[in-house]
């Protein structure tokens, strides 16, 4: 097993104010990890350093051993949390360019989703509900065989059975060698494929344990302790 | 299959739990195939890490065998997941008496409340 993320008493902020605050960790590969904590705590942040559209104001974060750059965005797939594709673009176009972007990309993977949705690639983009387009941005990051899925918010904006689906299909895609980082606030439909769970506090790493750690600490389900940490 | 999972307690553990009780109760035959770690994992909604554990534990405890490239089968013996089973029983048991006490029943009194038990 091998370190795939290394956080450096990390460090970023916008002008006074602190987004995170000297967070250290390492990640290893073939873990799925929950990013939690609520609003503002530094979820986005942290997830936007790890893939290179912020730099940090101090400290360091490595992918594979190696400083964030062309290298490591070759190994991170990232789905944002919101949509950053043209809605005037088809489905069939969309998969192109990212098969064109992206070396690792399986255009067969995706469309083999895509048809168990009953989505035609043929469709635009802006034709497709809010929901199904969400599950086209999820289908596109996983079809991608990278080392590193980080997954912001990827359950937020979808009804109960959407959700179902974004977790199957997580399961689905899991390469035993792969790590996923799912940000999320909402724990109690997550925590059952989690290996271990980071959260985050106003910027700082609070606590980072194996899903199972806690259950025998505390005897709470994470869902119950996250509530504990962060009751105001 | 359907899983009863209490998530203030660590899955692993509950996995083997209710993958025992089908093979002691014989739902499923000696060699019979199981369903693989992401089937169950995808099916359930569990991490596929916890399932493969689950699995390799049974399989220590000789419930279940794995058949390289081919998959999870049960064992030949069921004496093996009879007996993790009866180890369920007695632990659910001590819980049991152990609550019973807290409601200010002794053991005699637990065994004379269950003999007149009726459902």
């Not at chain 1, 990827?154 to 980082?181: K, L, M, Q, W």
């Not at chain 1, 494929?193 to 709470?220: A, P």
């Not at chain 2, 099916?43 to 049974?58: H, I, K, M, W």
């Amino acid at each position: 097993m091998s370190e795939i993320v290394r956080c450096n008493d990390l460090y970023k902020s916008y002008g006074n104010i602190t987004a995170l605050n000297n967070v250290n960790f390492t990640l290893e590969s073939g873990k799925i990890v929950g990013l939690l904590g609520p609003n503002g705590s530094g979820k986005t942040t942290l997830i936007k350093l790890l893939n290179g559209l912020l730099t940090p104001s101090k400290g360091e974060i490595l992918v594979d051993g190696k400083k964030i750059g062309v290298e490591t965005k070759r190994l991170v797939a990232y789905l944002p949390d919101n949509s950053y594709l043209n809605s005037w673009m088809t489905v069939k176009q969309i998969v192109e360019y990212f098969a064109d972007f992206y070396e690792d990309f399986r255009p067969e993977v995706a469309y083999e989703m895509l048809a168990l949705l009953d989505i035609a690639p043929k469709r635009r983009l802006k034709t497709l509900s809010k929901g199904n387009k969400e599950k086209v941005c999820l289908i596109l990051v996983m079809s991608r065989n990278a080392k590193l899925y980080v997954l912001d918010e990827p359950i937020a904006g979808v009804d109960p059975a959407a959700r179902d689906y974004v977790i199957s299909t997580i399961i689905n895609n899991y390469n035993p060698e792969a790590t996923v980082v799912i940000s999320t606030h909402l724990i109690a439909d997550i925590e059952q494929i989690l290996d271990e769970v980071i959260f985050l506090k106003n910027g700082s790493l609070v606590l980072h344990k194996t899903v199972d750690q806690i259950r025998e600490e505390h005897e709470k389900s994470v869902d119950e302790l996250f509530r504990e940490v962060f009751k105001w | 299959m359907d899983w009863i999972i209490d998530k203030s307690r660590p899955i692993c553990p509950q996995i083997c739990e209710q993958l025992c009780l089908r093979v002691a109760a014989g739902q499923f035959a000696p060699h019979e195939k199981i369903l693989s770690v992401r089937e169950i994992a995808v099916a359930a909604g569990f991490n596929p890490n916890t399932v493969q554990r689950s699995l390799e534990e049974l399989e220590g405890k000789g419930v279940l065998y794995s058949v390289r490239g081919s998959g999870w089968f049960v064992g030949e013996d069921i004496a093996q997941a009879k007996e993790v089973l009866s180890g369920i029983l007695a632990k659910k048991t001590a819980d049991y008496f152990a609550a019973m006490q807290i409601l200010g029943m002794d053991a005699a009194a637990v065994k004379e409340y269950v003999k007149e038990w009726k459902e």
